[in-house]
């Protein structure tokens, strides 16, 4: 009898666990598949009337899937067509600035669903060869892309470099500028860092940053120096203020990129006209790589590559504050300008 009692409540809790684990692996399903049922909600109300800018979604899960083997190469042309996939000029460019977070940037606006990003770096306004193709070659270095989804690239060269506001403007003179800014002195330094360690990676030698970045006759701040003059913001912007009006840049706060990415992302969806997709779920904070990291879905997450995040070398006191003192007039004028103000002392 005992025994047959026994052997009823190992049944009993049995068919209890099984429904458990059923219920857990339904949840998990669930959670998995949301992404991909996002395209059936009613998105039109959820945000509102759409404005003519504004651009209708798709799930992230076309950016893992369909569009990113288009990406590796492994589509034919009859599939291209079939789910009527473009290669689109960009509508929006981050033209730098070097070392402020732009591959950061670039990467999470790509949590978009209504973002593509070109994954490589395409130089093609900054350098007279790339140039001297043409806008056809520039268009077919772009990703597939669903007509309804705007492509993104980024070259920090472009913010710097003389010729290229003219030349973006022949292509598109309304197009929208993004501008990545970190504290002047400590992109200087990260500047310094990226090609100290590449001086090392090929075994050679290299001044410390306080050789370069202070004239030893004068004393002053060596304003020849690249990583010193690509910091005066300012300075750049003035030309790029010469074909377009200040309302197609906006300005993303590099410093707060790191520490606090979803609202600087979020002033970025709002200027791109985007309806705002990008959560706090997207992005994780990552103790061992110090910075926050992606995650696209419940499967698929990154962190970026560990050449971004250097630790930096330590820099004589000194030469910060001289630094510092050097760039103030300049980030004045640059706040001025741009209606952002930073607290960069
Ligand atoms: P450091 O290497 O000086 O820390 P860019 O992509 O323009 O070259 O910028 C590189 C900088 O992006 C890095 O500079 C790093 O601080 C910053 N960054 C911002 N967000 C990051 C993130 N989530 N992961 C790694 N680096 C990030």
Not at 181 to 194: C, F, G, K, L, N
Request: contains cysteine.
């Amino acid at each position: 009898m005992l025994f047959k009692q026994q052997a009823l409540l190992r049944q009993k809790l049995f068919v209890l666990g099984s429904l458990a684990i059923g219920s857990l692996l339904y949840l998990v399903a669930r959670v998995g598949s949301l992404d991909r049922l996002q395209p059936l909600c009613p998105i039109d109300g959820r945000f509102g009337p759409r404005s003519q800018d504004e651009i209708p979604l798709r799930a992230l899960q076309f950016k893992r899937g369909l569009l990113h083997e288009f990406r590796k190469g492994n589509a034919t042309k009859e599939q291209i067509q079939l789910h009527n996939l473009v290669q689109q000029l960009p509508k929006a460019i981050i033209i730098g600035v070097r070392k402020g977070g732009t591959r950061a940037l670039l990467e999470m606006l790509n949590l978009h669903p209504a973002v593509v990003k070109a994954s490589q770096e395409i130089h093609f306004f900054d350098n007279d060869e790339n140039y001297a193709k043409g806008i056809e070659w520039y268009r077919k270095k772009m990703p597939f892309s669903y007509p309804h989804q705007i492509t993104i690239e980024k070259s920090p060269a472009y913010f710097i470099t003389e010729e290229v506001p003219e030349r973006i403007y022949k292509m598109n003179s309304s197009i929208k500028l993004l501008i990545i800014v970190r504290e002047p002195t400590t992109r200087a330094i990260s500047d310094y860092t990226q090609v100290l360690e590449g001086k090392e990676r090929k075994n050679k030698t290299y001044y410390k940053f306080e050789k370069l970045a202070i004239d030893p006759n004068t004393c002053e701040v060596n304003t020849k120096y690249k990583a010193v003059r690509t910091s005066i913001y300012t300075k750049h912007l003035e030309r790029w203020l010469k074909y377009f009006p200040i309302e197609q840049f906006h300005i993303v706060d590099g410093d707060r990129l790191i520490t606090e990415p979803l609202p600087e992302l979020q002033l970025v969806e709002k200027f791109l006209n985007l309806p705002p997709r990008i959560s706090q779920y997207n992005l994780y904070f990552n103790a061992t790589r110090g910075f926050y990291c992606l995650r696209f879905n419940i499967v698929f997450n990154k962190c970026l590559a560990g050449s971004k995040g250097r630790i930096h070398p330590e820099v004589d006191t000194s030469v910060i504050t001289k630094l510092r003192k050097f760039f103030h007039p300049f980030n004045q004028k640059f706040y001025q300008i741009t209606g952002r103000t930073f607290n960069w002392l």
